[in-house]
């Protein structure tokens, strides 16, 4: 069981906080891939806190956010209906579990394989969601 680390990413309502954290730490590209590759898409690009993702994923908003999303030709999140889909958030579960949250379309979790380790972003299951605020 590799080692979990906490890394101070404990914003749930600002990704971008989260992401300066990571963006100080030596060879955080390599390190936290999920975080390099939301900023390759352009510098207003991050990975979302848990907050704001679980507010995207809301019945009420997320009709609006596919809507937006289509309108420029991006993937829209899946339906209500379509479960065991995840997406990881940027902010570290603040329990002794040391690890990060992942929002499904119906609520938020946690998940004990640790999105911060120095081996990366481990999850094959989950998938990452780059937002920009515009």
């Known amino acids: 069981n590799p080692k979990k680390n ?3 990413c404990d914003n749930k309502n600002d990704g971008i906080t989260n992401m300066r954290v990571i963006q100080r730490i030596f060879r955080w590209k390599e390190k936290y ?3 390099a590759w939301c900023l390759e898409l352009g510098d207003d690009w991050y990975l979302p806190a848990k907050n704001e993702l679980n507010f995207l994923t ?5 009709s609006a956010v596919n809507k937006t999303l ?3 030709n ?3 999140f899946p339906d209500k209906g379509d479960s065991g ?3 990881w958030s ?3 579960d603040d329990s002794e579990k040391d690890c990060a949250y992942y929002i499904g379309i119906s609520g938020v979790y946690w998940n004990d394989d640790n999105l911060y380790s120095d081996t990366g972003y481990k999850s094959t299951e989950n998938r990452v969601r780059a937002i920009s605020v515009f």
Request: net charge neutral; proline share 9%; no cysteine.
């Open 90 to 92: 940027s902010s570290e």
């Open 33 to 35: 891939p999920a975080f």
């Open 6 to 8: 906490k890394v101070g």
């Open 74 to 76: 991006a993937v829209p």
């Open 70 to 72: 289509i309108s420029h």
């Open 58 to 62: 809301k019945n009420d908003i997320l």
């Open 85 to 87: 889909i995840w997406y």
